[in-house]
Nanobody, 122 residues
Framework: QVQLVESGGGLVQAGGSLRLSCATSQRTFSTYAMAWFRQPPGKEREFVAGISRRLGITYYADSVKGRFTISRDNANNTVYLQMNSLKPEDTAVYYC???????????????WGQGTQVTVSS
């Protein structure tokens, strides 16, 4: 069982930045593909960004490309999401996910964090 703990959410004005972190004590962290998803109010969960397990290849949803950056620190078992130029439509609960292979669908991931709220005011 992989436990994921997100942190770093909060309230920020449009145009601002936040950095989300997702940490695990799992020693096999480097063997998992990692991703961030989000669920806006009243909407379904959607893919935001992903990073592969070995080569660290990154991929993004079109809506965040150029503004968000996903990265991982395998030595510290942590994945990050740097969010810049935030917009009100980025408001959502953000979830960290881990899986055995990279993908954009939520059902491709086996383990999930509890979520962290990001609110962007206009």
């Amino acid at each position: 069982q992989v436990q994921l703990v997100e942190s770093g959410g909060g309230l920020v004005q449009a145009g601002g930045s936040l950095r989300l972190s997702c940490a695990t004590s799992q020693r096999t962290f480097s063997t998992y593909a990692m991703a961030w998803f989000r669920q806006p109010p009243g909407k379904e969960r959607e893919f935001v960004a992903g990073i592969s397990r070995r080569l660290g290849i990154t991929y993004y949803a079109d809506s965040v490309k150029g503004r968000f950056t996903i990265s991982r620190d395998n030595a510290n078992n942590t994945v990050y999401l740097q969010m810049n130029s935030l917009k009100p439509e980025d408001t959502a609960v953000y979830y960290c996910a881990a899986g055995s292979s990279s993908g954009r669908r939520y059902d491709e991931y086996d383990y999930w964090g509890q979520g962290t709220q990001v609110t962007v005011s206009s």
